[in-house]
């Protein structure tokens, strides 16, 4: 019997220990495992994927080997082995792995360091994500100024205020420069740039917390809790809506996703090869549609705009209180990877 030439190669793919189908079954059944909570199991496939890693081909290679080392970094960190972690996610950022996987293992790096209370050393990593967006996408676009701001909010957190002045004030030139100035991300990164000024005693820390408050008032309707938390003790403390205790309502059910399609790469994020996230804040109306989109954690490049436009698509059960419907505000974030 004659097997049909589709038939058969899957079955030879299969057989090949280094074949996609093979790292995409290892993959599978590693991330089965550690939800599931069986660590050894997921261990061990995560080891066994980064050998088959070396057998993939292009951008394949470094993807797998990315999934398989963040898994086992995952594992220790769970462990309590935050060296081990640590010292895996930065196998992780090879330059040799090329520049999108690079992005993403620095990401996690700074993420890393971020949770477990290392300011400096997540400062430094986001530095360095800052100089290779600049190297690959220039150094004037929302991304560049995107990174120099995970870095100085780094600083302020690290207990360094004058260091993160500086920092902030590089990107918000560079807003500036690019005509970005007045957006939400803008007002954030100003919201920052008072919270420096304020641990250093300087007088004018009030006026930039007040300009920026009011310019996200001005954008949003409001400062929602959930970004004025982001912008440092001094904002929250200072800036007068940021803090105030909402009125009492009955508890809100928030909305339900019913189609959510992804943005597609711009041709310039694809053409500099450059991987992130860009998170925004959404609102969404009392019918379930998107009424409008803000987007705090730019890349630039044009994908922001992408993101814009499809999250405009977005449809939701919405929100109820007290069995009505309601208009709901939520913040979500749309990754970009390349294989």
């Given at each position: 019997?004659?097997?049909?030439i589709?038939?058969?190669?899957?079955?030879?793919?299969?057989?090949?220990?280094?074949?996609?189908?093979?790292?995409?079954?290892?993959?599978?059944?590693?991330?089965?495992?550690?939800?599931?909570?069986?660590m050894?199991?997921?261990?061990s496939?995560?080891?066994q994927?980064?050998?088959?890693?070396?057998?993939?081909?292009?951008?394949?290679?470094?993807?797998?080997?990315f999934?398989?080392?963040?898994?086992?970094?995952?594992?220790?960190?769970?462990?309590?082995?935050t060296?081990a972690a640590?010292?895996?996610?930065?196998?992780?950022?090879?330059p040799?792995?090329?520049l999108?996987?690079?992005?993403?293992?620095?990401?996690?790096?700074?993420?890393?360091?971020?949770?477990?209370?290392k300011h400096?050393?997540?400062?430094?990593?986001?530095?360095?994500?800052?100089?290779?967006w600049g190297?690959?996408?220039?150094?004037?676009?929302?991304?560049?100024?995107?990174?120099?701001?995970?870095?100085?909010?780094?600083?302020?957190?690290?207990?360094?205020?004058?260091?993160?002045e500086?920092?902030?004030?590089?990107?918000?030139?560079i807003?500036?420069?690019?005509?970005?100035?007045?957006?939400?991300?803008?007002?954030?990164?100003?919201?920052?740039?008072?919270?420096?000024?304020s641990?250093?005693?300087?007088?004018?820390?009030?006026?930039?917390?007040?300009?920026?408050?009011?310019?996200?008032?001005?954008?949003?309707?409001?400062?929602?809790?959930?970004?004025?938390?982001?912008?440092?003790?001094?904002?929250?403390?200072?800036?007068?809506?940021?803090?105030?205790?909402?009125?009492?309502?009955p508890?809100?059910?928030?909305?339900?996703?019913?189609?959510?399609p992804?943005?597609?790469?711009?041709?310039a994020?694809?053409?500099?090869?450059?991987?992130?996230?860009?998170s925004?804040?959404?609102?969404?109306?009392?019918?379930?549609?998107?009424?409008?989109?803000?987007?705090?954690?730019p890349?630039?490049?044009?994908?922001?705009?992408q993101?814009?436009?499809v999250?405009?698509?977005?449809r939701?059960?919405?929100?109820?209180?007290?069995g009505?419907?309601?208009?709901?505000?939520?913040?979500?974030?749309?990754?970009?990877?390349?294989?």
């Amino acid at each position: 019997m004659r097997l049909p030439i589709a038939l058969l190669l899957t079955f030879l793919l299969l057989l090949l220990p280094g074949s996609v189908v093979a790292q995409q079954a290892t993959q599978q059944e590693a991330q089965a495992a550690f939800a599931k909570g069986d660590m050894a199991t997921a261990n061990s496939k995560y080891k066994q994927l980064l050998v088959e890693a070396q057998n993939a081909q292009g951008g394949a290679r470094g993807n797998y080997t990315f999934t398989a080392l963040t898994g086992l970094a995952r594992i220790a960190e769970q462990q309590k082995n935050t060296d081990a972690a640590e010292q895996i996610l930065v196998e992780a950022t090879r330059p040799q792995l090329g520049l999108p996987t690079e992005l993403r293992g620095l990401n996690q790096l700074a993420q890393f360091y971020s949770r477990n209370n290392k300011h400096s050393e997540a400062a430094a990593t986001y530095g360095k994500i800052a100089n290779l967006w600049g190297d690959a996408a220039g150094r004037k676009n929302a991304g560049h100024a995107r990174y120099l701001m995970e870095k100085g909010s780094a600083e302020s957190r690290g207990g360094l205020p004058t260091q993160a002045e500086q920092t902030f004030r590089e990107s918000l030139a560079i807003l500036k420069d690019i005509s970005q100035d007045r957006t939400a991300f803008a007002y954030i990164v100003q919201g920052w740039l008072g919270n420096a000024l304020s641990a250093q005693g300087k007088p004018e820390a009030a006026a930039v917390i007040a300009e920026a408050g009011a310019g996200l008032e001005k954008l949003i309707g409001r400062v929602p809790p959930e970004i004025a938390r982001t912008m440092g003790p001094a904002f929250l403390k200072e800036y007068r809506s940021a803090s105030a205790t909402p009125e009492p309502t009955p508890p809100t059910i928030m909305p339900q996703p019913l189609f959510m399609p992804q943005a597609s790469y711009s041709n310039a994020a694809r053409k500099a090869r450059i991987t992130g996230g860009i998170s925004a804040w959404i609102r969404i109306s009392e019918s379930g549609s998107v009424e409008n989109v803000w987007v705090v954690k730019p890349l630039g490049l044009g994908l922001d705009e992408q993101v814009i436009d499809v999250i405009r698509k977005w449809r939701f059960r919405p929100g109820t209180r007290s069995g009505a419907p309601v208009a709901t505000e939520i913040q979500t974030e749309m990754s970009f990877s390349l294989y």
